[in-house]
T-cell receptor
Framework: GEDVEQSLFLSVREGDSSVINCTYT??????LYWYKQEPGAGLQLLTY?????DMKQDQRLTVLLNKKDKHLSLRIADTQTGDSAIYFC????????????FGGGTRLMVKP | DAGVIQSPRHEVTEMGQEVTLRCKPI?????LFWYRQTMMRGLELLIY????????DSGMPEDRFSAKMPNASFSTLKIQPSEPRDSAVYFC??????????????FGQGTRLTVV
């Protein structure tokens, strides 16, 4: 079955870059996602990447995909205190890209 | 659009009671998902509807759990009888028609269920 793994915790200083890593096991994944969850809130889609891409950039966010190693990363440039949240990696196999298998989430703490 | 709306936001109930969680998906979305989030197991997909029809309910933990989608604008997740181990945050999500290029799933704020 599918498995998505993330490290539990990351702490960075304000202004530094954050890199959150994720590994997955399902080679038939079609879409890979990064979601952000702030305290007491639902999940907000940050960005996604199709499996035939290796990089996607969206403002401060850069997603890198190494399909051979089944490794996905999210880089946040110039990290701000408002970026403190839990970040979930997720993968999907279906065309709709929405039957998601989530990682356990990485708690990002940004220190001023 | 107000987004995916879930109610209640918080529910505290006694063990053995019936609990009903409600979800209103975004208008025009054809797919609806129920997820459960716990510290121990993270986010798990419970059930998935497409055009009001349950497509995959393999994530539903046991017969005490049931979900319905009587129409395109409403879904319920029911637990009867509830147990303390059902305590979790339950998320509903909706997305546009399967097979399109738009892959975003929009999540509700969640219902935090506590069974005592």
């Amino acid at each position: 079955g599918e498995d998505v793994e993330q490290s539990l915790f990351l702490s960075v200083r304000e202004g530094d870059s954050s890199v959150i890593n994720c590994t997955y096991t399902d080679s038939s994944s079609t879409y890979l996602y990064w979601y952000k969850q702030e305290p007491g809130a639902g999940l907000q889609l940050l960005t996604y990447i199709f499996s035939n891409m290796d990089m996607k950039q969206d403002q401060r966010l850069t997603v890198l995909l190494n399909k051979k190693d089944k490794h996905l990363s999210l880089r946040i440039a110039d990290t701000q205190t408002g970026d403190s949240a839990i970040y979930f990696c997720a993968e999907s196999r279906d065309n709709a890209g929405n039957m998601l298998t989530f990682g356990g989430g990485t708690r990002l703490m940004v220190k001023p | 659009d107000a987004g995916v709306i879930q109610s209640p936001r918080h529910e505290v109930t006694e063990m053995g009671q019936e609990v009903t969680l409600r979800c209103k998906p975004i208008s025009g979305h054809n797919s609806l998902f129920w997820y459960r989030q716990t510290m121990m197991r993270g986010l798990e997909l419970l059930i998935y509807f497409n055009n009001n029809v349950p497509i995959d309910d393999s994530g539903m933990p046991e017969d005490r759990f049931s979900a319905k989608m009587p129409n395109a604008s409403f879904s319920t997740l029911k637990i009867q009888p509830s147990e303390p181990r059902d305590s979790a945050v339950y998320f509903c999500a909706s997305s546009p028609t399967a097979g399109t290029d738009n892959t975003e799933a929009f999540f509700g704020q969640g219902t935090r269920l506590t069974v005592v």
